[in-house]
């Protein structure tokens, strides 16, 4: 089983891997949660928005920061899914 400290990484290598060419800015580790059968790490992390650009199929962020929710298997640190988590 992986430790929160590899969740966490392996999360934040994944948050990099799915905007390779936006400057995140800090990546800062939000919440981490073991689920209550051991199973998965429910890992949340908080970057800087990407910019907000022109032009047919650019990504478009309400926001100065912007939340991924990563569960991923306790056993081996597999990213099952990854969402978005409103700003509260």
């Not at 209550?36 to 100065?64: C, E, H, M, N, Q």
Request: a negative charge; charged letters at 30%; hydrophobic letters at 40%.
């Amino acid at each position: 089983m992986i430790d929160v400290n590899e969740a966490s990484n392996r999360a934040i290598e994944h948050l990099k891997k799915l905007y390779p060419e936006h400057d995140l800015g800090k990546i800062l580790f939000e919440e981490a949660e073991l689920t209550d059968d051991d199973r998965f790490w429910i890992i949340t992390l908080s970057y800087k928005s990407p910019v907000a650009a022109t032009g047919v199929g650019k990504s478009v962020f309400v926001g100065d920061r912007s939340y991924k929710v990563f569960k991923l298997l306790a056993e081996n640190g597999e990213i099952r899914s990854v969402k978005n988590r409103e700003a509260q």
